[in-house]
């Protein structure tokens, strides 16, 4: 009848995980199945003990601590104090397998006694494991910004990290260290002044490689959640707008000095024919040369010198355009300064933000 009631918790209690969750009165009801099977063990019960544990071990929402605990109770109930009941090799073989992703894992006070004690330490000096720490939530600033992830072991190794992302399995960063026991494995969120993640899930593989032509490989599976918003930068300009630009002189006389040539150089040939000419003031001087030979060439001087000064003018300057140009030039520099600023500034202070869930999988 107490057999029958035992396995009629068991039963409940795994109902109230699968159905009582989403209402969030009930508490953890993990935590409920794993107390069941630490009452069955200090009752003495320790099959039953070892089989409630076992359930944990199949549940998916489990978390590390509750999988790393279920474990225990379960090496527990191979070696009990009742020698007896005592199962060294089933016991050691679950101690190992769970010092191998929780290296530093201790013994419950309640389960534990000197025997069991003295197991789990050859357990710890016969496996190679390895033991996952770190900051759960890590901010990454700038191109030197980091994170990083602890990894300790039993012995020195070559420790690889790989993440990628759940969509697309991407891989997003691979690094590693080697020669150590203990250390940090730190990686970059940036590359080449650009983000390395997008907003999203990724998946964070750590594996360990036991030195030695027979080494043990132990490879532990954390879940992260990053927050990188795009990183947007300003458009830096490179060449003016040039119909922008003012006239800086009037314009050029050029072939407007035409007809003031003609008009000049007729009046110099009037004149001297009128000087030269009969009955002229000049016509009765000894030297006095031929109207029109003068005239000619008064006028065609006046002509060139006229066409030469007309097409040699630059035009006036227009001081208040020259001003209103430099100004112009001086803010597009002023521009490109401003935005290749800011898009440095958006750089150095580009934040990554990274939640690890530690619960070792």
């Not at 630490?38 to 509750?66: E, F, G």
């Not at 990454?140 to 039993?154: F, L, M, P």
């Not at 000419?277 to 029109?292: F, V, Y």
């Amino acid at each position: 009848m107490r057999l029958a009631g035992a396995r009629l918790a068991i039963l409940l209690t795994v109902c109230l995980f699968n159905f009582a969750r989403p209402l969030g009165a009930q508490g953890n009801p993990i935590d409920d199945v794993i107390r069941l099977a630490i009452d069955a063990w200090n009752d003495l019960k320790y099959p039953t003990a070892d089989s409630i544990a076992r359930r944990v071990l199949t549940m998916q929402s489990a978390t590390a601590a509750q999988r790393s605990l279920a474990q225990m109770v379960m090496a527990a109930a191979a070696y009990p104090e009742e020698k007896a009941d005592q199962k060294p090799a089933v016991a050691l073989a679950t101690l190992k397998q769970l010092l191998r992703v929780n290296y530093d894992a201790k013994m419950p006070p309640e389960l534990s006694w000197a025997g069991l004690d003295s197991l789990m330490e050859v357990a710890r000096r016969t496996t190679f494991g390895m033991q996952v720490t770190g900051d759960a939530a890590q901010t990454a600033i700038g191109v030197d910004g980091s994170a990083k992830i602890h990894v300790k072991s039993n012995k020195q190794g070559f420790f690889r990290l790989i993440i990628t992302a759940k969509a697309g399995n991407a891989v997003a960063v691979v690094d590693s260290i080697t020669g150590t026991a203990d250390g940090d494995i730190s990686f970059k969120t940036m590359r080449d002044e650009k983000p390395i993640f997008a907003t999203g899930d990724y998946n964070v593989l750590i594996t360990a490689f036991e030195p030695g032509a027979r080494g043990d490989t132990v490879t532990t599976q954390l879940a992260l959640r990053v927050e990188a918003p795009a990183l947007t930068f300003l458009t830096v300009p490179t060449t003016m707008d040039s119909t922008k630009m003012l006239k800086e002189r009037t314009g050029k006389y050029g072939a407007k000095a035409l007809l003031p040539a003609l008009l000049t150089g007729g009046a110099a040939f009037f004149l001297s024919s009128q000087l030269h000419g009969g009955g002229g003031l000049a016509a009765s001087e000894p030297t006095s040369i031929g109207a029109h030979s003068v005239g000619a060439g008064v006028a065609g001087g006046i002509v060139v010198a006229t066409l030469l000064a007309g097409f040699a003018d630059k035009g006036r300057v227009i001081t208040a355009n020259v001003a209103a140009n430099k100004a112009a030039g001086e803010a597009f520099q002023k521009s490109i300064v401003d935005a290749t600023t800011e898009n440095r500034r958006r750089i150095t202070e580009y934040r990554t933000v990274l939640n690890f869930d530690l619960g070792v999988r």
